[in-house]
């Protein structure tokens, strides 16, 4: 199975501040038509996960401009900017490149 | 408006099984894969299988084989997940997803609660 990694297992911010949180999968993610399977969530306290970022670099539809994905085969960051308080919650990335799908354990964005 | 309407929280007996349903609106059915993920009180994301509610095909982490049994209903654009056997180590919430090879996971339902007690 792909394992994928987020270190952090949290992260605080200062609104208004922008934010780097890191993903490493351990087998590239590149497939061989050109896409990068790399998906970025956030599951916000008590809510069910929400689509942010597809296709590593890609944003979901209605997710505002201020989140951004980038990334290599191996290792992706997802940039959150002007971090706001509805940002809250835990953010987890996913391999959706094969069987079984996997997830990170979640980098817990925090407020100061 | 695309939907995933789950089904209602369950407390069940341990040895017994469960079924919980994710009811599609909104969309074509059969256009989008169905996947399914597992999330134990307070822990991460775990990925339990996929069904193509158009062929029934289906596909499952290893772990949940002879745990989870994935259907799908067309005439009633539903998806069925079926948990046997269940144990404490079931008690979590479950959630659908909508998925096509572009964008995956872009819609979810609002998670089903199953608790396995005495």
């Known amino acids: 199975d792909i394992v994928m990694t987020q270190a952090a297992p949290s992260v605080p911010v200062t609104p208004g501040e922008s934010v780097s949180i890191s993903c490493r999968s351990s087998?590239?993610?590149?497939?061989?038509?050109?896409?990068?399977?790399l998906y970025w969530f956030l599951q916000r306290p008590g809510q069910s996960p929400q689509l942010l970022i597809y296709?590593?670099?890609n944003l979901a539809s209605g997710v505002p401009d201020r989140f951004s994905g980038s990334g290599s085969g191996t290792a992706f960051t997802l940039r959150i900017s002007r971090v706001e308080a509805e940002d809250v919650g835990v953010y987890y990335c996913m391999q959706h490149l094969e069987y079984p799908f996997t997830f990170g354990g979640g980098t817990k964005l925090e407020i100061k | 408006q695309v939907q995933l309407q789950q089904s209602g929280a369950e407390l069940v007996r341990p040895g017994t099984s469960v079924k919980v349903s994710c009811k599609a609106s909104?969309?074509?059915?059969?256009?989008?894969?169905i996947e399914w993920v597992k999330q134990r009180p307070g822990q991460g994301l775990e990925w339990i299988g996929v069904?193509?509610?158009?062929?029934?095909?289906?596909n499952y982490n290893e772990k949940f084989k002879g745990k989870a049994t994935l259907t799908a209903d067309k005439s009633s654009s539903t998806a069925y997940m079926q948990l046997s056997s269940l144990t404490s180590d079931d008690s979590a919430v479950y959630f659908c997803a909508r998925t096509a090879r572009a964008t995956a996971m872009d819609y979810w339902g609002q998670g089903t609660s199953v608790t396995v007690s005495s």
């Open positions: 296709r590593m670099s």
């Open positions: 087998k590239s993610l590149l497939h061989s038509n050109g896409n990068t399977y």
């Open positions: 909104g969309y074509a059915f059969t256009n989008y894969l």
């Open positions: 069904i193509n509610p158009g062929s029934g095909g289906t």
